[in-house]
């Protein structure tokens, strides 16, 4: 199992933010019921942001991150502040924002190895971080953000026809798993990459210039601007609401205050609160065959970017969504937990006295066990 990151004894939350006891209905397997906590009022410098960004990223950029999101389906990985240049206007940035281009342009992710793989990613996530998040989403997200922030994180999605992403807040997953303690980013943010256009009343339909680009039904992205408000109202992917699916939340947005939606549409940009709950509606069609740029499958791509501050960053970068730790370090804990359950299903008390030596043995394993899940990642995030 992945080593924990080492904590910082000197980091301390800024004085504004407040954690909150909070039920969304759901308990990670990982955090021995502890009951649910939630941080709230992180400071950002424009709070309760939604906003869309056309031509996020250039045609390159997105091409390249749709043929790997393909392929692979879903990666993700995490882009340090400190391998940033934050000033879109300056030689530096031109010159990593190049170097980056000639990297991706040059490799063939095919013929890459599993490590090539991961650094070929790495790239293209840094490259879209800077063409999206620091030159076009520079008036949103502020010098003071990105002091305030460890790093991005950053995940590719690749969907077929009747694929969703149901309802939920983004947050830092394995800080979640592990304590129960909610953490939502900074600020979230979503980058369409697919040659796709969804058509809907008031989108034109796709320029005869750009061919590549096709139409699609449903896929659309949704977003709920009353926040943590909604959120503690609708719950873990709706469990407070008995769980609904996205075609009914779709058909419920009409009769509901605080509902955004955005249709998708290729290098299309979306930058949100962090505290903002949203889904992704049902994929309804997709064009047959495959795209010229790639030559593969058209499926509809989705990145996201989570921005998160310095206090949970190195935890967040051992371990981004969708990674190969992170998904290892879930793994790896589910069995665990679960041996530990058949364990004391498997032998009754009667059994037990039988063989003492048996059960001391187990009664170790479930007090090892304890103690792991019991590793405070809190003091990690520095917010109790």
Avoid at 95 to 117: C, H, I, M, N, Y
Avoid at 282 to 291: D, I
């Amino acid at each position: 199992m992945a080593a924990r990151p080492e904590r910082s004894a000197d980091v301390e939350p800024p004085s504004p933010v407040k954690l909150l006891d909070w039920d969304d209905g759901f308990t990670p397997s990982g955090c021995n019921n502890r009951p649910g906590k939630i941080v709230v009022d992180q400071p950002r410098a424009t709070p309760r942001v939604f906003q869309v960004l056309e031509n996020a990223v250039r045609d390159g950029t997105a091409d390249a991150i749709y043929a790997s999101a393909v392929r692979a389906k879903v990666w993700g990985v995490f882009i340090p502040t400190k391998t940033l240049c934050l000033d879109a206007s300056s030689k530096e940035y031109k010159q990593l924002v190049d170097k980056l281009r000639t990297q991706v342009k040059s490799e063939d992710e095919t013929t890459l190895d599993k490590a090539g793989k991961t650094r070929y990613r790495h790239a293209l996530a840094q490259l879209a971080v800077l063409e999206f998040l620091v030159a076009k989403g520079g008036p949103v997200i502020t010098p003071s953000d990105w002091q305030s922030a460890h790093g991005v994180a950053v995940w590719v999605i690749a969907s077929d026809c009747n694929d969703e992403t149901e309802y939920h807040l983004d947050y830092a997953e394995m800080v979640r798993y592990e304590t129960n303690v909610i953490v939502p980013p900074l600020y979230g943010a979503t980058l369409h990459v697919s040659p796709l256009q969804n058509l809907h009343e008031g989108d034109e339909a796709p320029r005869a210039t750009n061919d590549k680009v096709q139409p699609f039904e449903g896929g659309g992205f949704h977003v709920n601007l009353r926040g943590l408000e909604h959120y503690k109202q609708y719950g873990y992917k709706t469990r407070l609401m008995n769980k609904m699916t996205t075609d009914e939340l779709e058909a419920r947005m009409a009769s509901e205050p605080g509902w955004q939606s955005v249709a998708y549409r290729y290098r299309r940009g979306i930058l949100c609160d962090g505290e903002f709950p949203h889904f992704s509606g049902r994929v309804r069609s997709l064009p047959e065959g495959s795209s010229p740029s790639c030559s593969i499958p058209y499926k509809r791509v989705v990145v996201g970017f989570n921005l998160f501050p310095h206090a949970i960053g190195a935890f967040v970068e051992r371990f981004p969504e969708h990674s190969d730790a992170f998904n290892k370090y879930v793994k790896l804990s589910q069995t665990a937990v679960k041996q530990a359950s058949d364990c004391s299903k498997k032998w009754s008390l009667e059994e037990l006295k039988k063989n003492p030596k048996q059960a001391a043995f187990i009664k170790y394993l479930a007090r090892k066990l304890r103690e792991k899940q019991q590793h405070d990642v809190a003091t990690a995030i520095a917010i109790s």
